[in-house]
């Protein structure tokens, strides 16, 4: 099997997860990286550019389920919002770069920059892999149509290893 097709090929049923946000499913990040270790021998993930912005507060509700909804949140000034990241690997002999944004879906989640950098970079991650082949099941709501699949199954498979 090729690295290219051993990137694709989906995670075990194990590791996908329910967003408890209802946001799909998702794989825990450090996967992620285990996968590229294993097929890839290596990888560079780097920042490109810190996105800032201003995020809106919200009124407080008396009727809230938690305390931050009742209480309400302030408005944020220049926070860290999202990330541009790029992953550079090297597949089937073939230097490849993907570059793509990470999002900090809920600014107000966190209390610090770092924190919000931490969301925005596991997000940009994912998202590179997905670029590259890794992960890119996850983001089909119906699995018939991820194509690869049948592609895979053509491809012999590689001995198990561990994690994966």
């Given amino acids: 099997m090729s690295q290219l097709a051993d990137l694709a090929r989906p995670f075990p049923n194990h590791l996908i997860k329910d967003n408890p946000s209802g946001g799909g499913s998702y794989v825990p990040h450090p996967a992620y990286t285990q996968r590229l270790l294993l097929v890839c021998k290596g990888y560079s993930f780097e920042v490109v550019q810190v996105i800032r912005g ?6 407080g509700n008396p009727n809230g389920s938690s305390e931050r909804a009742r209480q309400g949140t302030p408005d944020l000034t220049n926070v860290v919002v999202g990330v541009m990241m790029r992953l550079t690997l090297e597949v089937d002999g073939k230097r490849c770069v993907y570059e793509n944004v990470g999002d900090c879906e809920q600014p107000h989640n966190w209390d610090t920059d770092g924190k919000r950098l931490k969301d925005a970079v596991s997000d940009a991650k994912k998202r590179c892999c997905a670029d590259a082949g890794l992960g890119l099941h ?9 194509v690869l699949r049948a592609r895979l ?12």
Avoid: E, I, T, W
């Fill in 54 to 59: 201003d995020v809106a507060g919200k009124p």
């Fill in 153 to 164: 199954k053509d491809s012999p498979p590689r001995p198990s290893r561990a994690g994966d």
């Fill in 138 to 146: 996850l983001h089909f709501h119906a699995q018939q149509d991820y």
